[in-house]
């Protein structure tokens, strides 16, 4: 048992929350990086850079809202995670089977972690509790 307490949020929870929410600051670190782009580098296109700025900036809102449902113990973060975690390794893959280890391992491993932790009994425990 990571706690000793049976109400305590148990360790994995602060973990699994943490890397939820690192991901979230990376997509809006992406996002932003964009938005550079637009107001003083010459983008590609302006609309397919305005429209990816805002599915990134709503994905970090997003992977935000679900950290901070993990660590509070609701049951609907966990399918938002898992879903989140699985399209990283989709991205991943291909970067690590062209042998792009450092690009590959930067979304995977995060990945992996959540996925990891997501099915752990003190994670299962902490999301399925009744939340007064």
């Not at 890397?19 to 003083?40: D, I, P």
């Not at 397919?48 to 935000?64: D, E, P, Q, S, Y």
């Amino acid at each position: 048992m990571s706690t000793s307490s049976p109400g305590a949020r148990p360790r994995e929870i602060a973990v699994l929350a943490g890397a939820v929410l690192l991901e979230a600051l990376a997509l809006a670190a992406a996002g932003l990086r964009l938005v550079w782009t637009l107001l003083f580098e010459h983008p590609l296109t302006v609309g397919g850079t305005v429209f990816l700025v805002l599915v990134l900036l709503g994905g970090a809102v997003w992977l935000l809202h679900v950290g901070r449902g993990l660590w509070r113990g609701f049951r609907w973060p966990r399918a938002a995670a898992l879903v989140v975690q699985l399209f990283l390794l989709v991205l991943a893959l291909p970067l690590l089977q062209a042998g792009q280890w450092g690009l590959g391992l930067v979304p995977a491993v995060p990945a992996v972690v959540v996925l990891l932790l997501l099915f752990r009994p003190a994670v299962l425990a902490w999301t399925s509790r009744t939340v007064k």
